[in-house]
């Protein structure tokens, strides 16, 4: 009976792998414990409305920017007189006076019908032509430099009209500025409260999940296991559960503003008050600060928790 020549040889089994700590399918510390799905949900909400609060923040600074710089480019002249025949009178000669000023860039006298529809809602229609002599509107555009001195203009104007007067609508400009910066100050303030709630959420889940893997975290500490790598474990963990909220947060929220702009464009056409709301690429660029921000605040924030936890109880 032959037998082969490597029977007696010892026969060797492969060795297993070894997996450094992190690595392959399964996590070293589960997602948040047993609250991954909800974390990354309530993340994904938090994610929305910050990217909500950074829209109303860049539309609130859009609108201001237009209103200010309509109303720092123009001023306004109103004539007034006894007579129609009066007032056209002093129309002539204001518009004289305004085109041989230097700084006056045009200078356009609105009509009679569209000075009456001005005050059509307080008096009613066919009243204001019927029971009043209707001041004539002049509407100028001019240069900086003339807007900061218009005394001269005036005197000039009253000299030549009369019944001329100057607005150049610093009591508007004042009262927009100032509502601007509340809207702007309340929409910050939004995105900060926001960011406060995700620390929050951060603070508790990161806690929870300490205390569903205490004996994990023990067993890590007896083999030599430092807060430092126990804090990065859990932060790579609740980064990625922040990027995937985060993610959701945004494609949501885009969505819900994609609509809101068609909606807006189609119901208020080209001459609303209010601009019409755009996601152009500069705008999607700030939008996506917000859900970085929030997936950031959320790591960080699972990182100084762990560390301060473990530094209390080991």
């Known amino acids: 009976m032959t037998t082969a020549a490597h029977d007696d040889e010892p026969q060797t089994e492969e060795q297993p792998r070894k997996k450094r700590f992190g690595s392959g399918s399964a996590p070293l510390l589960p997602e948040a414990g047993a609250a991954g799905a909800p974390l990354t949900a309530v993340i994904a909400i938090m994610s929305f409305l910050a990217v909500l609060a950074m829209a109303s923040l860049l539309m609130v600074n859009r609108a201001a920017s237009e209103w200010t710089s309509a109303l720092r480019s123009e ?29 006056v860039v045009e200078a356009t006298v609105r009509s009679r019908e569209d000075t009456t529809k001005l005050l059509e809602p307080w008096l009613g229609e066919g009243n204001a032509e019927v029971f009043l002599n209707i001041p004539a509107i002049i509407e100028v555009k ?20 009369p019944g001329a007067t100057i607005d150049d609508h610093t009591r508007w400009h004042d009262r927009l500025s100032g509502a601007a910066r509340s809207g702007q100050a309340m929409a910050l ?48 963990r609740f980064f990625i ?16 503003l994609a609509f809101l702009a068609l909606g807006m464009s189609a119901r ?3 001459d609303a008050f209010v ?18 921000a929030t997936c950031l605040v959320t790591a960080i924030t699972a990182r100084m928790t762990v560390l301060k936890t473990l530094a209390k109880q080991y």
């Open 268 to 270: 208020m056409g080209t």
């Open 142 to 161: 001019a240069d900086p430099t003339l807007r900061d001195n218009l005394d001269l203009l005036r005197n000039r104007l009253v000299a030549a009209a």
């Open 75 to 103: 001023i306004t002249v109103q004539v007034k007189g006894a007579s129609p025949t009066e007032i056209d009178a002093s129309v002539t000669e204001a518009l004289r006076v305004l085109n041989d000023t230097e700084g």
């Open 241 to 256: 559960l922040g990027l995937r909220g985060a993610v959701i947060g945004l494609v949501v929220a885009l969505t819900a």
């Open 189 to 236: 303030s939004i995105f900060m409260l926001v960011m406060g709630a995700a620390c929050a959420i951060s603070v508790f889940a990161a806690r929870a999940g300490l205390a569903a893997n205490h004996e994990i975290i023990s067993v890590l500490h007896l083999v030599g296991a430092t807060d430092n790598f126990i804090a990065a474990e859990v932060q790579r």
């Open 275 to 292: 601009p019409a709301f755009s996601l152009g690429g500069w705008v999607i660029l700030w939008l996506v600060i917000a859900p970085i």
